[in-house]
């Protein structure tokens, strides 16, 4: 059956039973659907454009510090308040609620690590969702993430539960993680984590099940194996994907059901082929992309300036003659189009990744 058969499942932005329809179907189908971090309206389209030329469904989401990007970085987003993250976050959902349906693919709009220090950033985007949801039927995200693995497991699995309470209602979906992912992400500094924080266990995961799963089943679990935010050359860390398998049977023989967890993976730049196949066979729905996309963004702009670098000295003058114009070069539609090319090409990569492809 193809993920269009799921039920509720459309071109544009889905919640609710048909998001999780998704994900069951991604599950039962052995591929993830990549999530992408945006910043802007730019990389927004970038990952939009990827997924309609793919046919493939497709996620957005946004960290606090790129929805303060997105709304402007001159706007007071002051400690404690972090009003710029949530009209940020908010008006990203908006756009992407208004463009995902032309690109003509299912799209999940998702928010990424909110650590406890940030809550008030999440209080902010469940406002919008519950107001969403009175005028509309469903909440404004698909999804959210609450990411309290700093603090002690039984004080992050009780938040989460509240949370999930007041989600529930708008049969919206929470991602928790348990365990912690190292390295550096959107200013968050784990690269100090001592080595055992990154591996979770069966134990572990199976609290969060306890926890939660009476409440609602549509939770998702960055369980840790390994899993460090950023690129790093091979070798320099050592994922052990191979965990999840055994945290599905420790969930099985607790539960009855076979492969109760849906995982996420998280830190997945940079990951060998054969590290992201044991991730997917063994329940991995969803992974995080962040790092591989700000470079190739990057990368589209810089090759545009090596090629056309006569160009772009000055908006008179080039190498054909000291009074030809430059506008046409250094016109931002130009070479901001450059570097969503050179993204649209990652992320269809991170698809194939994933197996997210039409077969």
């Not at 993920?3 to 994900?23: C, I």
């Not at 309609?52 to 989401?61: C, F, N, T």
């Not at 995200?141 to 989460?160: A, K, Q, R, V, Y």
Request: net charge negative; with cysteine; aromatic share 10%.
């Amino acid at each position: 059956m193809s993920f269009w058969d799921v039920p509720g499942v459309k071109a544009g932005v889905l919640t609710g039973d048909a998001a999780w329809g998704l994900l069951k179907h991604a599950k039962d189908n052995n591929y993830a659907i990549p999530s992408f971090n945006c910043t802007s309206t730019s990389s927004v389209n970038s990952v939009l454009e990827a997924g309609k030329e793919l046919g493939r469904p497709i996620m957005v989401q946004f960290s606090e510090g790129g929805a303060a990007f997105f709304a402007g970085k001159s706007l007071p987003n002051e400690k404690g308040v972090l009003q710029a993250s949530i009209l940020g976050a908010v008006a990203g959902a908006h756009y992407v609620r208004a463009v995902a349906p032309a690109y003509g693919i299912p799209v999940l709009v998702h928010s990424d690590h909110c650590a406890k220090k940030l809550l008030p950033w999440f209080d902010g985007m469940l406002e919008a969702d519950e107001a969403f949801f009175k005028a509309h039927g469903e909440p404004l995200f698909s999804s959210h993430m609450l990411d309290l693995s700093e603090e002690p497991d039984e004080e992050n699995i009780g938040i989460c539960a509240k949370y999930l309470k007041r989600m529930a209602p708008m049969n919206q979906i929470l991602e928790m993680e348990i365990g912690i992912t190292g390295g550096v992400e959107d200013g968050v500094d784990n690269s100090n984590t001592a080595k055992d924080k990154l591996y979770s266990t069966p134990e572990d995961v199976y609290k969060v099940y306890e926890g939660l799963n009476p409440i609602s089943e549509k939770f998702t679990i960055a369980a840790a194996f390994g899993n460090v935010h950023g690129v790093y050359k091979a070798g320099n860390v050592v994922l052990q994907p191979e965990l999840l398998e055994k945290f599905q049977k420790y969930g099985e023989e607790k539960t009855g059901k076979k492969n109760p967890y849906f995982f996420v993976f998280h830190g997945g730049s940079g990951s060998e082929k054969k590290d992201i196949a044991t991730a997917l066979a063994n329940g991995v729905v969803k992974m995080n992309v962040d790092t591989d996309t700000q470079w190739a963004y990057w990368e589209g702009l810089l090759n545009f300036y090596k090629a056309k670098e006569g160009y772009l000295q000055g908006q008179i003058g080039n190498p054909e003659g000291e009074d030809k114009p430059n506008k046409s070069y250094y016109d931002p539609r130009k070479w901001v189009r450059e570097s969503e090319l050179s993204m649209v090409k990652r992320v269809k990569e991170s698809c194939a990744d994933l197996s997210n492809v039409n077969k």
